[in-house]
């Protein structure tokens, strides 16, 4: 298998592109930009999606559903908003089909829409739409509510997972009777998937505000999570926007507070999608294929027997077992891989490839000696270690490999971030990728400057560490503290 | 809040009406037949979703998923397919929307789909149509897929929950070597269907056959779970479908056999929705509001404080607090409502109308006596008992909630059967509403004429339970056995 991918020295590119599709990650469909999740990158997604979801209800948050389709009127409604999302909207405009003796199946033309409808690309608008018949008073609020969907946006160069014209993401909405508690609930849920990203996908994460043209369009003030892949670039894995009274003003969002006056309520909304999968992807996997963090990997631990017989099989299958069942009483998800067409090596093969964090293998001298062989995908290492407190060990190591991504990632990063002072230092630093820290004079016009001229964007303005004035490395003019550019996913 | 519930024998329908409202499950969106589910009821419906799932996992599926949008060529593909959903598709044909001077912000006509796409309202085709670059061999073989995805059936009549333009379900996609085990998985999926109906939704349901003319389209058996519903109308509850090799020719799957030569492959479809969530209504709530059998409740267990003082509150706490741990500890959601802004005996009518199971309430001279009041929601009783234990007994109450319902509604179902020999006696009985049991000639001229004469129609031809021969009630003619009729949601 691993001979099928591409060097990631050779393409960075192609070695992620033949990585998802031959781990059977996704692929694309035949419906232009829309991608096929298969069941290896679903069971990823689900792991992703139900830590998740345990940390916004652990925070107070609740889920519900609301419709697809969303009036092209209620998008028109704030004025930055749609501006934001008009060139990618994909538009229903009638509702049924209609045999024609001539051209088969065709579209009814009676059955076309008064108001046409937009498929959401988020969901700010129906959901203000929805939160004016629920919050009265300041009683109804704070109004902690998220929403696991699929969203629709327009795009013409897609990459699986990183880029797609539909792709499936959660999005929470939140309500509030203050601005300081709105922008509580922002920095919170930006620390939730900071903690998200670095705890469950071992990947490190940089906290921080975007920039006036990188905002949310509608938001007032947009957090961000950015980390920094293995060739060089940058990936934004996670917004949380304060939203201020944009759309509470556009949808008539009032309520009555304590002294019995009528306020417009305040707004956040903060997402991550399906994009994750690409910065998992993009952040630990090797030549040998795929690397899953072992507290996202759908299978954490395989065995395979090396068997020359089937009486042999037999015997490591009743060896294993107890271990197997002190796994599973772990919570440790644990296969025994007793298929009997396929060689162990080839097996070995496939799980190294799919990215099964913990291998065992076992044959007739193991069973003798009363040991396994143990190999972990992250270094490759392998060990031959006695079978007793299997289990336990097993536990640890999954821990250490966990520990172990999460520390390489950082040391990459590490390696990978500079600071820069001079523009001409900067355009040569910024062709070997990585994050550079940098003096910006604030203005959109540098900012646009240097995108046009490096094709670098400000990542973010950090929110930690120390914030120290200097100059900006362009202009010259004063800087409040260095921000991070880099070339960006 | 249940006195702004109209009674149940005043008007069904619009007592369901209400209680979805006002319950806070649902309620229906600007956009036209699009529904919000409200917190309440997608909690309700999570823990649906995490049964069903467990099941599918069980019985060796896995999830994935395909995109929302199918071409419309490829809905064309399977004659009777397009011609069972043609007139209800959402249709897709632009892409971008843009600003106008004089009409503000409208579709760009320059944006416009070569081919247009309909919103999925099932997705057998985009499926069959990945398969066949999946399944090459018989060792592909079988592929064992679900997906949980919302899709969307142009409806004019709607109904919160039982009949919506865009829905939330579940959808199996099987791929299997022979006819065999294709209607093998078809009978084990409907057999999953119903066991999650009796053990969970505490909702028997008679398993059966459908007549051609209601089968699914493009379908060559569709076998559904039945159910009756307190007003006397039956409810299909979910289908499971055996396709045979239709969708394999439409799209050209095929496979080498272990002799080597091709052969198209065999399918199955399955799939439940949020209908589920109109079913369980229908079957168990009352005047008083919403019950919910325990094994589905998002809160099992509240616990209402009757105290005068903060001094006391803090007390009835303490007193509690090792009840609310050894019930967490079991797995059972408990809350102690110690919203001190409302009176116990709102409390009281609030937790009732949301249909958690088991209320406690506790007042200082409980304390006293080491007593709490229990109150169940299904039979409304109360009673004082120790709070030694406590813990155990709620675990069993629970387990008997979920049992007396399931009983009552079986009682229900029983009570609401009979069968009936001629047709007038029929044409009388049917307006009693339930499920009557007749003989049938097995034409569908009979069995439109039926529909059109009474508004009843076959239900399914069930799979348990004799096939004692008869003659038809309406034609005289001989038919293999009784057949289940009923007016229908």
């Known amino acids: 298998m691993a001979e099928l991918l591409t060097k990631r020295s050779t393409d960075y590119a192609q070695w992620y592109n033949d990585l998802v599709l031959k781990a059977d990650l996704a692929e694309h469909s035949d419906v232009r930009g829309c991608m096929v999740i298969k069941p290896h990158g679903y069971a990823i997604w689900e792991r992703m999606q139900q830590a998740l979801d345990g940390m916004f209800k652990a925070t107070g948050h609740v889920n519900a559903y609301f419709p697809l389709f969303i009036p092209k009127s209620y998008l028109a409604k704030e004025a930055s908003h749609v501006e934001g999302f008009a060139k990618e909207c994909a538009v229903v405009t009638h509702y049924r089909l209609k045999s024609d003796p001539v051209h088969g199946v065709i579209v009814d033309p009676e059955a076309k829409l008064e108001e046409e409808l937009i498929i959401r690309p988020t969901s700010e608008t129906i959901i203000w739409n929805t939160y004016r018949g629920w919050i009265k008073s300041y009683r109804d609020l704070p109004l902690l509510i998220n929403q696991w969907a699929n969203v629709v946006r327009w795009e013409m160069r897609t990459r699986l997972f990183l880029r797609t014209a539909e792709f499936l993401w959660q999005e929470g909405h939140t309500a509030h009777a203050t601005k300081e ?268 400057r240097v995108k046009e001229e490096t094709k670098a964007t400000i990542r973010c303005i950090p929110l930690d560490g120390e914030r120290t004035p200097g100059r900006c490395m362009v202009t010259g003019k004063p800087s409040a503290g260095r921000v991070i550019f880099a070339r960006a996913y």
């Not at 620390?191 to 043209?213: C, H, L, N």
């Not at 994009?275 to 040998?288: C, E, K, Q, Y």
């Not at 964090?357 to 062989?373: F, K, L, Y």
């Open 181 to 448: 508690e709105a922008l509580e609930e922002t920095r919170r849920m930006l620390d939730v998937y900071a903690r998200f990203a670095e705890e469950w996908m071992a990947m490190p994460v940089i906290k921080g505000v975007k920039t006036a043209s990188e905002r949310f369009a509608g938001a007032e003030e947009t957090y961000c999570i950015e980390a920094l892949m293995q060739d060089g670039k940058a990936l934004q894995a996670g917004t949380s926007h304060f939203l201020g009274q944009n759309f509470a003003k556009a949808f008539d969002v009032l309520f009555t507070n304590k002294e019995n006056k009528q306020e417009h309520v305040w707004a956040t909304s903060w997402g991550v999608s399906t994009r994750l999968m690409g910065a998992l992807i993009l952040t630990h996997s090797d030549d040998h294929g795929l690397i899953i963090p072992p507290k996202l990997a759908p299978l954490q631990v395989v065995v395979v027997p090396i068997a020359k017989s089937e009486e042999q099989m037999a015997a490591i299958a009743a060896y294993i077992e107890p271990v197997l069942k002190a796994l599973r009483a772990k919570g440790i998800t644990v296969k025994l891989d007793d298929d009997d067409t396929r060689k162990p090596g080839w097996k070995f093969a496939a799980h190294e490839f799919k990215g099964c964090p913990v291998r065992i293998a076992i044959g007739p001298r193991d069973m003798e000696n009363g040991t396994v062989e143990l190999a972990r995908r992250d270094t490759l290492e392998k060990q031959v270690i006695e079978v007793i407190d299997l289990a336990d060990k097993i536990e640890h190591l999954l821990q250490a490999i966990q520990d172990n991504l999460y520390q390489k990632a950082l040391a990459m990063r590490e390696a990978g971030t500079r600071a820069v002072d001079t523009y001409d230092e900067f355009k040569d630093v910024i062709e070997a990728g990585g994050l550079i820290l940098a003096h910006w004079d604030g203005t959109p016009e540098t900012e646009a």
